[in-house]
């Protein structure tokens, strides 16, 4: 075969790679920022006798404002710098600065954590320029600079090929780009270029170092790791949160479990071999207050977490007081870096592999075995079907979010258009309870919700419903609760008349028909975090609870990652496989019917039910879609082509939307199973 001859470089929009990378994130920007940078540091390190310090730092000065992260204990970007394109053809274990100026050329080291190439788009997403300077001193004595920025045709590196800005030239050079002096301790240093407004401000709250505090939760307890955070605030150095380190000997507030001492049961088999535990400590708080991102078991890999698995069948008051992580010998720490059993960017594993399933089945064997032993906890059918029925739900969420991200469901975007006068209506109730409650909680802000600020007020809007022929009389309670203490008490015993159905739903407002105000003062919820309301309908006569409701939201600080809608079992009393309720403004939930033989087919197996609540999951969102109000100009249907579903005088024809729907799940369910 003849060749082809000289040809030219293909044309790529990098700054679309740098959002879709990052895009896959599941957190924020500079929850990545923060895994990326400092797992880069942890694979660089020098010594194990010394911990990696990392230090993150805001700078503002007449050149602009950076954002840099500086390691040191670190070996810094070893390697030459490449003079031309075909050099990357062999790249050699130590040619680290050419790796990091490129893209997808893989580490060498199988115990490196990053080792996918992509990580440092994350930092360049960072920047409102898509540009980032780096900096290394070797313990040869060389220091060199570089730099990179992504544009919508290319991604420029600097300087030119063949050219160098290294010692007396490197120092000039940043001190014209940035304004900063040289490093002085061998490591690396990356500055983000005009950081986005919204990772200085999680930087200059307290969400980046909660997160620096969960991700590196291990390294940091076993002075594997030291990280400081320099913010134009305050300076702080990381610590590990409480309650870590974790308790080893039972208390009457607090059971453990730990391997070696609860059990003797080191070792993994699935079919890639048989690995060894090395550390598996959980520990369950009688009192609760475990920071959401630190409950259930997480899953550790060389001082990071990647994931983490709940103790899925017990009560909430027992699962929100459990915490604790697991930790895995060389070769199953290497066995988890493959592609097939992780995503590139760490923050979960592939669970439907071997290897990763065979972990979830230890974890789960041993959470188990602790609500048995210790907890007072019994499994029967029920629960294990409730637990097997949760990690479904979870899976189908995620995979939701891998192969939809173009669903935003998140920005509804409301403007003129059909649908209610009133911009925030009255939820209808759930089409598969005959009696029951539903509410509305009205926040003073509703882009932040469900965060709540001291000084301000969340107004609840509760309806009583009964869609049965005989009268009922209620009583209505509604507390707000901090773990499982009570803060206030909103309602107490309201009574509730609720007269007789005839053409269906019937709705009628408790006796207080106006809103229950909660006033969030500094005094009453000093504690920042998440708070419940929770409210309670009970038959006034027989006293069995009637229906039960949950509030939650967070005062003064950020709610963890909010899924886009919720997915919720129901046993319907239709032939519908599921049900929407509620819509984007307020409280999106689809219902899927537990009693449709589809559903029942499946159930038995986690997988075949994960992948059957993935597709009502994707039918569901298409249905928010297009129920989305309009905006100023007219439908707004995206990801669907809204030029194919409607015609002139923005009418809809059904024809075309069901081949603009067919059209998109086909597409993403191509994604999703061409793996």
């Given at each position: 075969?003849?060749?082809?001859?000289?040809?030219?470089?293909?044309?790529?929009?990098?700054?679309?790679?740098?959002?879709?990378?990052?895009?896959?994130?599941?957190?924020?920007?500079?929850?990545?920022?923060?895994?990326?940078?400092?797992?880069?540091?942890?694979?660089?390190?020098?010594?194990?006798?010394?911990?990696?310090?990392?230090?993150?730092?805001?700078?503002?000065?007449?050149?602009?404002?950076?954002?840099?992260?500086?390691?040191?204990?670190?070996?810094?970007?070893?390697?030459?710098v490449m003079n031309s394109a075909s050099d990357y053809g062999n790249l050699g274990s130590d040619d680290h600065w050419a790796r990091f100026e490129a893209f997808a050329f893989t580490k060498d080291d199988p115990d490196a954590l990053g080792a996918r190439g992509?990580?440092?788009?994350?930092?360049?997403?960072?920047?409102?320029?898509?540009?980032?300077?780096?900096?290394?001193?070797?313990?040869?004595?060389?220091?060199?600079?570089?730099?990179?920025?992504?544009?919508?045709?290319?991604?420029?590196?600097?300087?030119?090929?063949?050219?160098?800005?290294?010692?007396?030239?490197?120092?000039?050079?940043?001190?014209?780009?940035?304004?900063?002096?040289?490093?002085?301790?061998?490591?690396?240093?990356?500055?983000?270029?005009?950081?986005?407004?919204?990772?200085?401000?999680?930087?200059?709250?307290?969400?980046?170092?909660?997160?620096?505090?969960?991700?590196?939760?291990?390294?940091?307890?076993?002075?594997?790791?030291?990280?400081?955070?320099?913010?134009?605030?305050?300076?702080?150095?990381?610590?590990?949160?409480?309650?870590?380190?974790?308790?080893?000997?039972?208390?009457?507030?607090?059971?453990?479990?730990?391997?070696?001492?609860?059990?003797?049961?080191?070792?993994?088999?699935?079919?890639?071999?048989?690995?060894?535990?090395?550390?598996?400590?959980?520990?369950?708080?009688?009192?609760?207050?475990?920071?959401?991102?630190?409950?259930?078991?997480?899953?550790?890999?060389?001082?990071?977490?990647?994931?983490?698995?709940?103790?899925?069948?017990?009560?909430?008051?027992?699962?929100?007081?459990?915490?604790?992580?697991?930790?895995?010998?060389?070769?199953?720490?290497?066995?988890?870096?493959?592609?097939?059993?992780?995503?590139?960017?760490?923050?979960?594993?592939?669970?439907?592999?071997?290897?990763?399933?065979?972990?979830?089945?230890?974890?789960?064997?041993?959470?188990?075995?602790?609500?048995?032993?210790?907890?007072?906890?019994?499994?029967?059918?029920?629960?294990?079907?409730?637990?097997?029925?949760?990690?479904?739900?979870?899976?189908?969420?995620?995979?939701?979010?891998?192969?939809?991200?173009?669903?935003?469901?998140?920005?509804?975007?409301?403007?003129?258009?059909?649908?209610?006068?009133?911009?925030?209506p009255d939820p209808p109730p759930p089409p598969h309870k005959e009696i029951g409650l539903t509410v509305r909680a009205k926040f003073p802000d509703e882009g932040k919700k469900p965060r709540i600020d001291w000084g301000e007020t969340i107004s609840l809007f509760?309806?009583?419903?009964?869609?049965?022929?005989?009268?009922?009389?209620?009583?209505?309670?509604?507390?707000?609760?901090?773990?499982?203490?009570?803060?206030?008490?909103?309602?107490?015993?309201?009574?509730?008349?609720?007269?007789?159905?005839?053409?269906?739903?019937?709705?009628?407002?408790?006796?207080?028909?106006?809103?229950?105000?909660?006033?969030?003062?500094?005094?009453?919820?000093?504690?920042?975090?998440?708070?419940?309301?929770?409210?309670?309908?009970?038959?006034?006569?027989?006293?069995?609870?009637?229906?039960?409701?949950?509030?939650?939201?967070?005062?003064?600080?950020?709610?963890?990652?909010?899924?886009?809608?919720?997915?919720?079992?129901?046993?319907?009393?239709?032939?519908?496989?599921?049900?929407?309720?509620?819509?984007?403004?307020?409280?999106?939930?689809?219902?899927?019917?537990?009693?449709?033989?589809?559903?029942?087919?499946?159930?038995?197996?986690?997988?075949?039910?994960?992948?059957?609540?993935?597709?009502?999951?994707?039918?569901?969102?298409?249905?928010?879609?297009?129920?989305?109000?309009?905006?100023?100009?007219?439908?707004?249907?995206?990801?669907?082509?809204?030029?194919?579903?409607?015609?002139?005088?923005?009418?809809?024809?059904?024809?075309?939307?069901?081949?603009?729907?067919?059209?998109?799940?086909?597409?993403?369910?191509?994604?999703?199973?061409?793996?």
């Open positions: 075969m003849s060749e082809l001859g000289s040809g030219r470089d293909a044309v790529a929009n990098y700054i679309n790679i740098c959002n879709t990378i990052a895009d896959s994130y599941p957190e924020s920007v500079a929850h990545g920022l923060q895994k990326d940078a400092i797992q880069n540091s942890v694979d660089a390190r020098k010594s194990k006798k010394f911990p990696v310090h990392v230090e993150f730092q805001v700078i503002e000065n007449e050149c602009g404002t950076f954002l840099t992260f500086t390691d040191s204990n670190t070996v810094g970007l070893t390697g030459e992509q990580g440092k788009f994350i930092f360049l997403r960072a920047s409102q320029q898509y540009k980032m300077i780096y900096d290394t001193l070797r313990s040869d004595g060389i220091y060199r600079l570089g730099a990179t920025q992504a544009t919508e045709t290319s991604r420029q590196v600097y300087p030119l090929y063949g050219e160098r800005w290294e010692g007396s030239t490197a120092e000039a050079k940043l001190f014209e780009l940035c304004g900063l002096e040289p490093l002085r301790e061998v490591g690396t240093r990356i500055i983000v270029c005009d950081p986005l407004p919204e990772v200085l401000e999680e930087i200059e709250s307290d969400d980046f170092e909660r997160a620096i505090q969960e991700t590196w939760l291990r390294a940091i307890e076993k002075k594997q790791l030291s990280v400081r955070i320099n913010s134009t605030r305050d300076s702080k150095g990381i610590y590990a949160p409480s309650p870590y380190p974790l308790p080893s000997v039972d208390t009457p507030s607090v059971k453990t479990w730990i391997c070696g001492k609860d059990f003797n049961n080191f070792e993994i088999a699935s079919a890639d071999g048989k690995f060894k535990i090395k550390k598996f400590h959980a520990a369950f708080f009688r009192e609760g207050g475990i920071r959401d991102d630190l409950q259930g078991i997480a899953i550790v890999q060389n001082g990071m977490k990647i994931s983490s698995l709940n103790m899925e069948m017990a009560p909430p008051e027992i699962s929100r007081g459990i915490t604790g992580f697991i930790e895995f010998d060389r070769e199953l720490d290497r066995e988890l870096r493959k592609g097939k059993n992780q995503s590139p960017n760490h923050y979960s594993l592939k669970w439907r592999s071997s290897t990763p399933r065979a972990i979830k089945q230890f974890i789960n064997k041993q959470l188990d075995a602790f609500g048995r032993q210790k907890l007072g906890i019994g499994e029967n059918e029920k629960e294990k079907q409730k637990r097997l029925r949760n990690s479904a739900e979870k899976e189908a969420m995620e995979l939701f979010r891998r192969f939809a991200p173009d669903i935003d469901l998140r920005s509804p975007r409301p403007g003129p258009g059909p649908g209610p006068a009133d911009p925030n509760v309806q009583a419903f009964n869609k049965t022929a005989d009268s009922v009389e209620g009583l209505l309670s509604a507390r707000v609760l901090l773990g499982d203490s009570c803060v206030e008490v909103l309602l107490d015993n309201s009574c509730v008349a609720l007269a007789p159905s005839e053409n269906g739903p019937f709705v009628v407002k408790p006796d207080n028909a106006s809103p229950v105000k909660v006033n969030i003062d500094a005094s009453r919820y000093n504690v920042p975090g998440e708070y419940r309301i929770r409210l309670i309908l009970t038959d006034a006569e027989s006293g069995s609870q009637l229906d039960i409701r949950t509030v939650r939201f967070w005062v003064e600080d950020n709610p963890p990652h909010r899924m886009p809608f919720n997915l919720e079992p129901a046993e319907l009393s239709t032939r519908r496989a599921w049900q929407p309720y509620g819509d984007l403004h307020d409280d999106p939930t689809i219902y899927y019917n537990t009693r449709h033989p589809q559903y029942r087919h499946a159930q038995e197996s986690e997988e075949k039910q994960a992948d059957y609540l993935f597709t009502i999951c994707l039918e569901g969102a298409l249905h928010f879609i297009l129920t989305r109000p309009h905006t100023d100009q007219g439908a707004d249907y995206h990801p669907l082509n809204t030029d194919e579903i409607v015609k002139s005088g923005e009418d809809m024809m059904p024809e075309k939307v069901y081949e603009e729907i067919n059209r998109y799940m086909s597409e993403v369910l191509w994604r999703r199973f061409r793996e």
